[in-house]
């Protein structure tokens, strides 16, 4: 309770926290029994003696019933009203002992009165006390209070041993949502970049395009801050969405790339004129594509005409990671085109070198094997 005190003080004094509170509440007073253990052993009755004859008599037993009216009623045998709520009655109860004799719980016991709880939470087994406040988003966030509490109380276990704190609500579910959206995102990218090998028959070429993913994430990163927006939920669903259409205009160019160089059947030396009138020829649909969406998303991410703060992050999102991704990418792809043709061509070029030599090499030592060998010249007297 000491430690309860001392947080509720503190989150009474953040700015943006607003009716800090706990779950600890008091009912009505309470009667607690303290039972002396030797001389219950001496008049030769248990504990369970003790709460039996205790829970009998201020709440009684259905011993019986009867049927009344076409009812079945309950016969309980308790204390009667009046009695029920003396200390005293409690005192002079009598409880019969394993000889029969009636031993008066006054004897072995001692009554204090003290308040109640309404209720006693556990978590994980152990009692808890649950703090609890609101928070306006406009001043601080639920994670950013979260973060001072326990950098405030991270000595509270060594001044109240057997005491810590745990994190819940909205920030141990903004924890668990992230971990789920960072595998959903591994998963995503994972699911594009195997259906792009499969489109484009190349290992390489996929990576080209998945750049066009982390485009749209840094536009997302800018924009919001930018104006001011905090980056939710919401808006990591948003991106999660504009991942899958930023590739569109990076697949528009590259496909059409490698069509027109195997139509042209032009080796990688020669392929940056093809690059060139790709990237001129796709220009118009990457463009058109990025302005019809574009032109859709503008209206509720601005609320032309209504607004809805639940969807504007997550539209907000597309709507920036599309146009930021898209003006990167018509010179990304190309470009990375580029460099990928000038690797395979010295790649090319070295494995020729290295099959050349191997060739000489082994010429040689065929010519060396056929080559007669040479006579010694001897004198003859």
């Known amino acids: 309770q000491q430690a309860m005190q001392e947080i509720l003080a503190f989150l ?3 700015p943006g926290v607003l009716d800090p509170d706990s779950d600890l509440k008091y009912a009505k007073d309470e009667e607690v029994i303290h039972i002396d253990y030797a001389q219950l052993a ?3 009755l248990t504990v369970a003696d003790v709460a039996n004859s ?4 201020f709440e009684g037993e259905v011993v019986s019933s009867v049927r009344f009216r076409q009812e079945e009623v309950d016969i309980r045998v308790q204390l009667d009203k009046a009695s029920r709520g003396q200390k005293a009655t409690l005192k002079d109860l009598l409880i ?3 000889a029969g004799k009636l031993i008066p719980l006054g004897r072995f016991v001692s009554l204090e009165r ?3 709880f309404q209720s006693i939470q556990h978590y994980q087994g152990q009692p808890v006390i649950t703090l609890t406040a609101d928070v306006d988003n406009d001043v601080t966030s639920s994670g950013e209070v979260k973060n001072k ?3 405030q109380f991270q000595d509270l276990p060594l001044r109240y041993p057997g005491i810590q704190l745990v994190a819940s609500g909205e920030a141990e579910e903004s924890a668990e949502v992230m971990t789920n959206m960072l595998r959903a995102g591994i998963l995503a990218v994972l699911a594009v970049y195997f259906i ?3 489109l484009l028959n190349s290992l390489s070429q996929p990576l080209i395009i998945m750049f066009a993913i982390l485009f749209g994430a840094i536009g997302v990163i800018l924009a919001f801050w930018l104006q001011g927006m905090t980056l939710g939920f919401m808006a990591l669903i948003g991106m999660m969405g504009m991942s899958g259409v930023v590739v569109n205009d990076s697949l528009i160019i590259l496909s059409f790339t490698n069509h027109l160089s195997r139509e042209r059947k032009e080796f990688a030396r020669s392929s940056h004129n093809t690059i060139l009138d790709a990237a001129q020829t796709r220009l118009r649909p990457v463009l058109l594509t990025t302005l019809t969406t574009t032109a859709a998303l503008i209206p509720t991410a601005y609320g032309l005409g209504g607004k809805d703060p639940f969807i504007v992050p997550m539209v907000m999102a597309m709507l920036w990671g599309i146009v930021f991704a898209t003006m990167l990418t018509l010179v990304w792809v190309p470009t990375l085109y580029a460099v990928g043709q000038d ?3 010295r790649l090319h070029l070295r494995s020729h070198a290295a099959a050349g030599a191997n060739n000489a090499e082994e010429q040689l030592s065929v010519a060396e094997k056929v080559r007669p060998p040479r006579r010694s010249r001897t004198s003859k007297r």
Do not use: D
């Not at 205790?54 to 008599?57: F, N, S, T």
């Open 12 to 14: 009474k004094e953040l």
């Open 42 to 44: 001496q008049v030769g």
């Open 54 to 57: 205790v829970r009998l008599a």
């Open 96 to 98: 019969r002992n394993r």
């Open 114 to 116: 003290k308040p109640a």
């Open 149 to 151: 509490v326990f950098a």
């Open 196 to 198: 792009l090998v499969v």
């Open 343 to 345: 690797i395979k061509v």
